[in-house]
């Protein structure tokens, strides 16, 4: 992806890299480095790659995930999940990925993966959770970042009692939320509704990927049935908003209600177009949820799938709809309000750095250019 210096509206991708970002929606598997499937592929006999080219590799997996389907987008997981069936392979992609969402100024991130697509070479659930706890303390060690860690359940199988339980053991030591992900069509939350009943008698924190694929159903099913907190994309909300010849927005019951109750939208924009859930950014549903006022969240969803990081994303909403540091704070606080980190270390994460480091960017573009160009107040 070709990256150029300044977007629209006068900032630039160095500044955009510096603000502070806050991610909800981040897949292990989704993220690692070309060069680590290669060499993880060599260590541990993987054969299936197409290609041992970093590059190519890289361009294999966007290309494999730009077919405007979601189960042809997560057919491209097989090779990230075939070479992370080790200690040391969930160690090292767990740890990469900490170092690689601090250098791109993500500050808080909460990055989900299913335990029970690693065990094919004899890991158990546990072993699975503990090595990829161990890499994220490794890779934020020093950083200027902090890690929750969601364990997800495939709604496609019959293990999500099992892999509540598995969360639930881990609460204490990294793992902040359950959820569950895969092929949403065919495969209702309510088939896992024992899961959730679990975590919520135990306190615990739900998301649920609702509203990607599928549409209103499943966003209802995920917060009637299951309870659940946030929406993983729930960009399909979109459904039940109506706008009229005279441009003023209707909403219907349910987007009434997931806006009445703040429920947090865990929006992937670049995934979304890739996955035809958006036919562009530009055409993005984000624009008008953001502009209603809907809790709207930023995420990249699969970085290395979708060739994209967070700083992309917010390059890619302001060339797409203007949006300046005032959008991008408010982005990132609605981000950070909805995390499922402990309230005291949420609001020491914005007072401290976020509210600071927006205000940092916002004088210094005022500095620099004699103004600063902001919108959707």
């Known amino acids: 992806m ?11 991708r160095a500044a955009i890299k510096r603000a502070p970002k806050v991610l909800l929606h981040d897949h292990l598997d989704g993220g690692v480095r070309p060069v680590t499937v290669i060499d993880l592929a060599s ?9 041992t080219d970093p590059d190519d590799l890289a361009l294999a997996f966007t290309q494999g ?6 189960p042809l987008y997560l057919e491209t997981f097989t090779h990230t999940v075939g070479v992370m069936q080790h200690k040391d392979a969930l160690t090292r992609v767990a740890a990469e990925c900490a170092e690689d969402l601090a250098e791109d100024g993500v500050v808080y991130a909460e990055v989900r993966f299913a335990p029970e697509l690693h065990m094919e070479q004899g890991l158990t659930l546990d072993e699975v959770v503990e090595a990829v706890l161990d890499g994220f303390r490794i890779g934020s060690a ?17 293990r999500s009692h099992e892999i509540a339980e598995l969360a639930l053991r881990w609460r ?13 069509k065919g495969y209702p939350p309510s088939r896992h509704l024992d899961a959730f009943e679990l975590v919520h008698r135990e306190n615990f924190h739900v998301t649920i990927h609702a509203g ?11 917060l009637q049935v299951c309870g659940a907190e946030r929406l993983g994309h729930g960009v399909r909300i979109v459904d039940d908003i109506t706008i009229g010849d005279d441009g003023e927005a209707r909403l219907g019951l349910l987007a009434s209600f997931v806006r009445d109750r703040r429920i947090p939208l865990e929006l992937c924009p670049t995934s979304n177009v890739h996955t035809s859930a958006a036919a562009s950014i530009a055409e993005h549903p984000i624009g008008l949820l953001r502009r209603l006022r809907f809790r709207v969240t930023v995420n990249t969803d699969n970085r290395l799938m979708s060739d994209v990081t967070m700083s992309d994303e917010f390059a890619n909403l302001a060339e797409a709809f203007g949006y300046g540091w005032y959008d991008f704070e408010w982005l990132t606080l609605n981000a950070m309000k909805s995390a499922f980190w402990p309230f005291d270390q949420r609001l020491k994460i914005i007072d401290t750095v976020i509210k600071p480091g927006y205000a940092s960017l916002q004088h210094s573009e005022v500095g620099s250019s004699g103004g600063l160009t902001v919108s959707g107040r």
């Open 2 to 12: 070709a990256r150029t210096s300044n977007i629209a509206g006068g900032l630039s």
């Open 43 to 51: 260590e541990h006999g993987y054969t299936g790659l197409p290609t």
């Open 65 to 70: 995930a730009s077919r405007h389907s979601l």
């Open 142 to 158: 020093g950083r200027p970042i902090t890690i929750g860690t969601l364990v997800t359940a495939m709604r496609t199988a019959a």
């Open 172 to 184: 204490d030591f990294g793992v902040v939320g359950f959820d569950i992900a895969g092929e949403e």
């Open 212 to 222: 990607e694929a599928y549409g209103l159903p499943s966003i209802w099913e995920a």
